[in-house]
């Protein structure tokens, strides 16, 4: 007899395992004791790189025919800001008047709590594995949060090698705005950051005919990049936009001219643009204003669609028969790993309300995460009946 895992309960034993990024704590360890014990084959795999921390990984399965049904999350959290600040023990655990407080309450450790909840009712219903074919996977990486170099990208090579292939996709993020229900991503923006920097010629003040300012020409540069309208946006995105986040000449002197000046900026695109098309265009702006020029330029992740189809309307059915909310299909916000996994399989988004996620006190009310469990697990129920 397979024993229902609560949902609450294991979310308070993940939120106690302060795993800030890139430490485990121990979270890990609590999650594969629970998949272990409702059948899940755990596999914890860790990689290196030489320019970031190691970082620990989970990826579980039940039964071992397709459909392999993947949910996909992660146990590290964000720093905790001033700890003086937060009126409960940030790690522990605590629920008053039905709310569970903790950091990672909502990003996202009780989404993860949640599904395995969820996958403990299908397994114990016999919906999954055995005889009726089909498989329940998780992913679970303590690399979100942090640079993403040793996380989910890494482990989807490991299961590409390993013959582990996915069919489907749902990643726990936070995804809605006020109330469980709202919101299901069905895509992300890419984002881009980069970082111009112009160099002149350094000089007096007094002689600017003898120097070259880089000031003038990096404002003209930002002052084109910043009036330029990308585009007005599609049928599932908002238009791209371009935010100036720093501007710096490292000067403190008043009578000196600088040698150079950078500025930094970040672009959230939709899928009318490529990071490759954006870089082009960043540097014909340059070149149009003229002189010497240097951009570094980072793209976490492109813009992507998963084109809503049977998957997003299985969804988009269960949530509203739960909750009583139609959701609405969106792509705004900012990036997570569903950006890596999109190349693998169809994936969406859903979780909890992100309110107070990143913030002091963070929590979620105890009845959400229960209601969430409820989704998921009608979602799976759902998905293995219109696949087995």
Request: with cysteine.
């Amino acid at each position: 007899m397979i024993a229902i895992v609560d949902a609450v309960e294991l979310s308070r034993d993940l939120l106690r395992c302060p795993s800030i990024t890139p430490a485990d704590a121990g979270a890990l360890d609590v999650l594969q004791t629970a998949l272990e014990g409702i059948g899940f084959v755990c596999h914890r795999l860790k990689f290196s790189d030489a320019d970031t921390p190691d970082i620990d990984n989970l990826y579980a399965r039940f039964g071992d025919t397709a459909p392999n049904f993947c949910f996909a999350g992660h146990t590290d959290v964000v720093p905790l800001g001033n700890p003086d600040s937060w009126s409960v023990d940030p790690f522990g655990g605590e629920i008053i008047d039905d709310v569970l407080y903790g950091r990672g309450a909502t990003d996202m450790k009780s989404a993860v709590g949640a599904f395995v909840d969820a996958a403990s009712r299908i397994i114990a219903a016999g919906a999954v594995g055995g005889s009726v074919g089909g498989s329940i996977s998780l992913l679970i990486t303590g690399d979100e949060e942090g640079p993403a170099v040793n996380g989910t990208t890494k482990v989807l090579d490991w299961m590409v090698e390993n013959g582990e292939v996915i069919d489907v996709c749902l990643v726990g993020e936070p995804t809605n705005p006020l109330k469980l229900g709202d919101m299901i991503k069905i895509g992300r923006r890419g984002s881009m950051t980069a970082t111009i920097t112009v160099t002149g010629v350094q000089g007096h003040t007094a002689y600017p005919h003898l120097a070259d300012n880089p000031l003038l020409r990096l404002i003209a540069i930002l002052d084109a990049l910043a009036n330029t309208k990308l585009d007005d946006g599609t049928d599932h995105f908002q238009p791209s936009n371009l935010q100036l986040t720093t501007i710096d000449t490292g000067n403190p002197a008043t009578n000196v001219i600088p040698a150079q000046a950078t500025a930094g900026f970040n672009i959230r695109f939709n899928d009318l643009h490529t990071g490759a098309s954006l870089t082009e265009w960043l540097h014909e702006q340059c070149k149009a204003i003229g002189g010497q020029y240097d951009l570094d330029i980072r793209i976490s992740g492109e813009a992507f669609l998963t084109p809503p189809a049977d998957f997003s309307a299985l969804m988009a059915r269960v949530v509203k028969d739960v909750t009583g909310i139609e959701p609405e299909l969106s792509t705004s916000g900012g990036t997570s790993d569903a950006r890596f996994i999109k190349d693998y399989c169809p994936v969406a988004e859903f979780g909890l309300v992100g309110q107070t996620m990143h913030k002091v006190d963070e929590r979620i009310a105890v009845a959400d995460i229960r209601a969430l469990a409820d989704i998921y697990a009608a979602v799976l129920d759902g998905y293995f009946a219109a696949h087995g």
